[in-house]
């Protein structure tokens, strides 16, 4: 008697049980079945909202979704990072992510509140750009060894502009008055777009800057690239020279972009929008939108981004505390 009770209810459970498994997978693989927020963590115009944009409006144009950038900018792009880390981990919440923010941040700001090895994951790599170090056209440095001899002869004179404090671009300009044993002086901007302006006009003597943030104003003659800063010349500026070739042994920084979710994100969603922009990144007309901007695509896996950011998160560590920078 208890049998046959127990058989009917066992059903009676399994029923709902099953059409909610299935209804999970429909949902699932409905994705996205609204539109897509993607943070960008400075304001619009620099390196990483030119970036951002890009791929939003590819993957809008390409897949009919609706990817919506959304600006949040503010302390080195460390709050639109806080608040991506925050969100609902559902896939529709993405933020467009980079050295400064992932691996900088976190060994310079004493309160940060978020580690984006554990509460953010690792999506889909878009991009690489050498740091480059412009003046403005008609400027009184012609050459990187100009700024080195004026450095030298009045220390902390020569000023250089970067997006904010203790982002990979700041930093580069302190590893180079290291590296040539000089010291110009740093003046912190809120993104790309103020220092730009202050050194078009003239108020600061050098900008040191992502090659896509600069990209733009180099072409219009309007900013003299000096030097980039990684172990090989860029793409989109073969004629300008790396520190290294210049004297500087080794020299090499460079900065990444990438696309993140919040930790807990259903591993399908994240391997849909890694499959989409990695389709994208192949594409010639993709590749050749990313270079005109001055920057280099690159795909990867999540695991192989994860794997990125998980061992520059510990290399920066040791740059950042043997530099001396904090940020409170």
């Given at each position: 008697?208890?049998?046959?009770?127990?058989?009917?209810?066992?059903?009676?459970?399994?029923?709902?049980?099953?059409?909610?498994?299935?209804?999970?997978?429909?949902?699932?693989?409905?994705?996205?079945?609204?539109?897509?927020?993607?943070?960008?963590?400075?304001?619009?115009?620099?390196?990483?909202?030119?970036?951002?944009?890009?791929?939003?409006?590819?993957?809008?144009?390409?897949?009919?979704?609706?990817?919506?950038?959304?600006?949040?900018?503010?302390?080195?792009?460390?709050?639109?990072?806080?608040?991506?880390?925050?969100?609902?981990?559902?896939?529709?919440?993405?933020?467009?992510?980079?050295?400064?923010?992932?691996?900088?941040?976190?060994?310079?700001?004493?309160?940060?509140?978020?580690?984006?090895?554990?509460?953010?994951?690792?999506?889909?790599?878009?991009?690489?750009?050498?740091?480059?170090?412009?003046?403005?056209?008609?400027?009184?440095?012609?050459?990187?060894?100009?700024?080195?001899k004026a450095a030298r002869a009045a220390p902390d004179t020569v000023?250089?502009?970067?997006?904010?404090?203790?982002?990979?671009?700041?930093?580069?300009?302190?590893?180079?008055?290291?590296?040539?044993?000089?010291?110009?002086?740093?003046?912190?901007?809120?993104?790309?777009?103020?220092?730009?302006?202050?050194?078009?006009?003239?108020?600061?003597?050098?900008?040191?800057?992502?090659?896509?943030?600069?990209?733009?104003?180099?072409?219009?003659?309007?900013?003299?690239?000096l030097a980039v800063t990684s172990a090989k010349r860029s793409t989109?500026?073969?004629?300008?020279?790396?520190?290294?070739?210049?004297?500087?042994?080794?020299?090499?920084?460079?900065?990444?972009?990438?696309?993140?979710?919040?930790?807990?994100?259903?591993?399908?969603?994240?391997?849909?929008?890694?499959?989409?922009?990695?389709?994208?990144?192949?594409?010639?007309?993709?590749?050749?939108?990313?270079?005109?901007?001055?920057?280099?695509?690159?795909?990867?896996?999540?695991?192989?981004?994860?794997?990125?950011?998980?061992?520059?998160?510990?290399?920066?560590?040791?740059?950042?505390?043997?530099?001396?920078?904090?940020?409170?």
């Amino acid at each position: 008697m208890i049998r046959k009770l127990i058989r009917p209810l066992a059903i009676a459970l399994a029923i709902p049980m099953a059409f909610a498994g299935i209804a999970a997978h429909a949902q699932s693989t409905a994705y996205p079945a609204k539109p897509i927020r993607m943070v960008v963590p400075f304001p619009p115009g620099g390196g990483t909202d030119i970036l951002a944009r890009l791929v939003a409006q590819k993957l809008t144009e390409a897949k009919h979704w609706t990817v919506v950038p959304d600006n949040r900018a503010g302390a080195g792009g460390t709050i639109g990072i806080a608040e991506a880390a925050r969100a609902t981990p559902t896939g529709y919440d993405i933020v467009m992510g980079q050295k400064d923010n992932m691996v900088v941040a976190p060994w310079l700001y004493k309160n940060l509140s978020y580690n984006p090895v554990k509460d953010l994951t690792a999506v889909a790599h878009v991009a690489y750009t050498p740091v480059v170090i412009v003046t403005q056209a008609n400027s009184k440095f012609k050459t990187l060894d100009d700024v080195v001899k004026a450095a030298r002869a009045a220390p902390d004179t020569v000023t250089y502009g970067s997006p904010g404090n203790g982002t990979t671009i700041h930093l580069a300009g302190e590893i180079f008055n290291g590296a040539a044993k000089i010291k110009m002086r740093h003046v912190p901007y809120k993104g790309s777009n103020a220092a730009m302006m202050d050194v078009l006009a003239g108020n600061v003597d050098l900008m040191v800057s992502s090659v896509p943030s600069a990209m733009a104003q180099i072409k219009a003659g309007k900013l003299r690239p000096l030097a980039v800063t990684s172990a090989k010349r860029s793409t989109s500026l073969p004629e300008t020279p790396t520190v290294a070739e210049l004297g500087y042994k080794d020299f090499d920084v460079s900065t990444w972009y990438g696309l993140f979710v919040p930790a807990g994100t259903p591993k399908d969603v994240v391997a849909t929008l890694n499959a989409e922009v990695n389709k994208l990144l192949a594409t010639p007309e993709m590749k050749a939108a990313i270079i005109a901007q001055g920057a280099e695509p690159q795909s990867m896996t999540p695991e192989q981004f994860g794997a990125l950011l998980k061992t520059d998160y510990e290399k920066w560590k040791g740059i950042v505390q043997a530099s001396g920078a904090t940020i409170e």
